[in-house]
């Protein structure tokens, strides 16, 4: 069913990615609360969220498809709109706390309704996204537009009944985990157990129970005793996707730390730690931001863990500490510029990376609005571009190449052309199916394998 | 060498960005700022182990060309002090003449810059080298509108920074407008003896209208012009001791365009000294999620070597120091 021909590099089985749909503005001049912070689908794929610096969270829900005539998989449309932090000013410090939605994580589902974490840097809030599609009508005492009825005027009386109604998605916060953090919240991540979650910020880890909004537990603490001693920070952190006992949690210096919350009510002394000794020949004053780890994923399966840094993505396995088993390489033809992207800031850019379903490929964004992705099977891998121009449905994307040095071929495209504003930090891939969200600065990109 | 005036950019780079992660939205990113501090000490231990850094010839009076912000490097071809495997191997740029710390040995005067017109030469080339300390200060409000500032928004790169410093040698490092004559330094190599009336309007396109407004706005006496920024500057330029009464002119000019960079120091406090500073001790307590202090202590008193300190000229202590 699948299409198998060669596709140029081709990155997962040869797969030819199509343009389906972009969401968000046309407009050149980004509007700064537009800016998209975060993106995930939900575990059945159906839903996809994605969160702003405006802190708002936009929802979209994939059309049923007509299973007869799958010419391409479901479209995603707006499902859901809601503000889900607000800018807020920390008196006490005279800090503001910025409303950007710095993460979204999907709770599995378990009823009618869905529910899902999202975070800012200092709150996590625990929405319901739940539908209504009839209203109760006929009361005896309340008029149909909600006005009281004169009790006196009652004369008969009815059993109020469901009439359908046009749909509704209503998204109400269930729970808000504040105070718990002091400084800025950079991951959180949903236990197994579909009890509990984690959430961690540059200096520590806690614990929180869903149901349970007073209190957390400190599981990782690396705030040193005085604070100029520091350095390093926790950049991300992660539950083991089947053991709920296990989580790592990634540094600024490149290391990533596994945990058993068994061993120990806190979590300081890790059980495995994870660390590539650094080439010395690629030293250079910007080596240690470089190494700094920007993302860390389990694969589903459990078994291996990928980590993003500056110019690369790596594959661990979790029996392996002493260096990784895969490392792919996202732009190395970025290593002479550091200086360059050091002044303009973009060295600090965290990049993230995810797995697709099999966890055969991996993926991660780039500059120029490219995103690359690595077959680890075919060792393959290929650049896309998410633009505008590509833009009718099922046309198949083109993969770009980029000329590091020397004799700029036909159709690549050089270092110094690339344009720096234009970054991919957030990317996401259906749980199940070859469907890509890719954001932009300010637009949602879905691309689909192509189907026939 | 090249290591030293990469590191010396680097160092005021980081700086900047670390003066402007205090007015950023949503507090002091304690993440970013520990990269920084990390490159800052990294940039510290080459600028201040390299030895002699005078004795290093300047072949051409060009040292590598400011690598101009990645979307303006049609202007630039090529990006020759990015990185170490690029900046190592090229031949080492002119460096800065402050390089020679302790050396009293007064700079000659320099003439009159054309721009300021009125005034003496030494006094118009103190207000622009005020000007342009003063403009990389304002750097972070201008850097929206400068032709130069960085891509990403909220940059608060400083690619004015380091020109400016330079300035200070008269090397600004485009050798668009220094053709040659290395030799004519008394005390250095670098082309920075006789000041020429370089600094001003021959700045290339790339450093922007910065540099030509740090020096268009120039004339009249030191205080005036600099006036904008003098809540930050005039302090320290008074307090600031000068190492040597002969090099009165070229030590109060160059006081003058580290002033700020001290006054930056102390702004933001020991940060992480504990990583930067050689020995351990001093510092001040931090409070939690806000690790740059604001009070104003002197460079000199973060590290524990005051008395060395006090000998060192300002730029020095405030690497040290920091």
New interface residues.
Partial sequence: MKCKEMGGAGGGNDIQWCFSQVKGAVDDDVAEADIISTVEFNHSGELLATGDKGGRVVIFQQEQENKIQSHSRGEYNVYSTFQSHEPEFDYLKSLEIEEKINKIRWLPQKNAAQFLLSTNDKTIKLWKISERDKRPEGYNLKEEDGRYRDPTTVTTLRVPVFRPMDLMVEASPRRIFANAHTYHINSISINSDYETYLSADDLRINLWHLEITDRSFNIVDIKPANMEELTEVITAAEFHPNSCNTFVYSSSKGTIRLCDMRASALCDRHSKLFEEPEDPSNRSFFSEIISSISDVKFSHSGRYMMTRDYLSVKIWDLNMENRPVETYQVHEYLRSKLCSLYENDCIFDKFECCWNGSDSVVMTGSYNNFFRMFDRNTKRDITLEASRENNKPRTVLKPRKVCASGKRKKDEISVDSLDFNKKILHTAWHPKENIIAVATTNNLYIFQDKVN | MEFKL??HR?VS?SLG?IYNSRVQ???I????N??VS??LR??RQ?YLSDPCPGLYLAGPAGSPAM?????Q??QQ?G?P???????WGEPPPPPPARAAWPEPEPQPERPAAPVTGAGDAPRGGEVEAAEAAWRRVEGAREAAEGGAA??????????EGPRGTRRQCGCPPGAEDRPGAPGACPRLACCCAPRPAEDEPPAPPAVGPRKRGAAGVGGGPAGGPASGSSPLKKPRRNSEEQPGGAAAAAAEEEEMETGNVANLISIFG??????LRKSPGG?R???????SGAEAAEPGQICCDKPVLRDMNPWSTAIVAF
């Fill in positions: 990469e590191a680097i780079i960005k939205r949503g507090g990113k304690l993440h970013k520990l990269l990390l490159v990294s940039a080459v690598p101009p912000p990645p979307q490097q049609q071809p990006e002090a990015a990185g170490p495997p690029a900046g960085g891509p990403a928004g909220g940059s608060d790169g400083f690619p020991s940060s992480f000294s504990g990583l510092g307590e931090e409070a939690e999620g806000e690790e």
